[in-house]
């Protein structure tokens, strides 16, 4: 496997108000989208803060890029894109000069950066505003130009904080596009801070999940889902809702864990896919008709939901999947 591109272990910040992140280890790999995902104030920005240089931390180590982010926090941003949560764009400048000065700053070719620029405007639908001041624009149209502005100088490594908050739904499916061809088809690394679970789910390899400062958990979604059920969640279609007697007699079999009911039928979960059949065989020797089974793999949104209930269970240090302390 390749070194990672990025890699931290026990980072902590703590402000005045209290400890924004607590003792965290994790790394991403070239090519890969790792999520950091967690409620407000868990500590995701601070992180993407920390590993991109511009704050620094109170304890624990780091390396991005083969650099050290706090030493050589410029030689880092030159090679990393970032887009923060507010696109902390210049208001007095234009679209394209936001852009621009940042090529200026990153010591780009002036000539090459602004048809670069124009491009990538283009890319993001910016390009009729190019030469408008960015104080007028609204929510979605700063965070457009701030894309651009973040892709500029093709950088190796992306931090994005809420890349589609406030996009509307056809530049939000083109951002989650652009995002994961970055990293499929560029052998981009990005880090995604985001609330929507299922634009995480489309696009990240691993999720790290902080909850108050700490790394809940950290792995694929498959992993998390092995660490956090055992065997495997099946959906029997009955064409009604399963009655207490089945649910009883399906219970009572050697590998069956649990069955609820669901609209339409039920949901089992089972030691392993070979129980599958005496699953079904139990339905019809009770009188039911099986209209389908279908194997269930748990989504990121079953895997972060199941995490944050644990949490809310275990506190803080309590033991969770793929984090081995
Ligand atoms: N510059 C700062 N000064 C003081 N406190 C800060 C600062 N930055 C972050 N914090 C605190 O650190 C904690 C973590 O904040 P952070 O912005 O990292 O959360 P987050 O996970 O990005 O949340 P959100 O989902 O709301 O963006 C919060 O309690 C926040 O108040
Ligand atoms: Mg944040």
């Known amino acids: 496997m390749s070194d990672p591109v990025l890699s931290c272990e026990g980072l902590t910040r703590h402000f005045p108000s209290g400890t924004a992140l607590d003792g965290l280890t994790l790394d991403a790999r070239a090519g890969e989208v790792l999520a950091l995902l967690g409620p407000n104030g868990a ?14 931390p109170d304890a624990g180590t780091a390396t991005v890029l083969g650099l050290n982010p706090w030493r050589q926090g410029e030689e880092l941003r030159a090679r990393t894109g970032v887009l923060t949560e507010n696109a902390g764009l210049d208001e007095r400048l234009t679209a394209l000069e ?6 200026r700053v990153r010591g780009m070719d002036p000539e090459a950066a602004r048809p670069r620029a124009m491009e990538l405007l283009e890319r993001f639908g910016m390009a009729h505003r190019a030469d408008v001041r960015v104080q007028g624009f609204s929510t979605g149209q700063r965070k457009r130009v701030a894309l651009a502005r973040a892709l500029l100088h093709d950088p190796e490594l992306l931090f994005l904080d809420e890349p589609t908050s406030g996009l509307d739904p056809v530049a939000t499916r083109d951002v989650v596009e652009l995002i994961g061809s970055l990293a499929a088809e560029h052998g981009r690394t990005v880090v995604l801070c985001t609330h929507f679970l299922g ?11 902080l909850f108050s400062g700490h790394l809940h958990a950290f ?7 092995g660490e956090l059920w055992s065997g495997v969640e099946v959906r029997l279609d009955l064409g009604h809702q399963a009655d207490g007697d089945l649910l009883r007699t399906l219970t009572g079999l050697t590998h069956v864990v649990q069955c609820v009911p669901v609209e339409q039928g039920l949901l089992a979960r089972v030691t392993s896919r070979d129980a599958v059949p005496s699953l079904v065989a139990a339905c019809v020797a009770a009188g039911k008709s099986v209209y389908a089974a279908e194997p269930r793999q748990p989504s990121l949104e079953d895997v972060y939901f199941e995490i944050e209930a644990r949490s809310a269970r275990l506190g803080p240090t309590g033991d969770l999947p793929g984090v081995h302390r």
Not at 43 to 56: E, I
Not at 98 to 103: G, Q, S, Y
Not at 219 to 225: D, K, N, Q
Request: hydrophobic share 45%; proline share 3%.
């Open 43 to 56: 500590g995701k920005t601070t992180t993407m803060r920390l590993l991109n240089g511009v704050l620094s």
């Open 98 to 103: 936001n852009l621009t000065f940042v090529a």
């Open 199 to 209: 634009e995480a789910g489309r696009l990240a390899s691993r999720m790290a999940v």
């Open 219 to 225: 792995g694929t979604p498959e992993e998390l889902a």
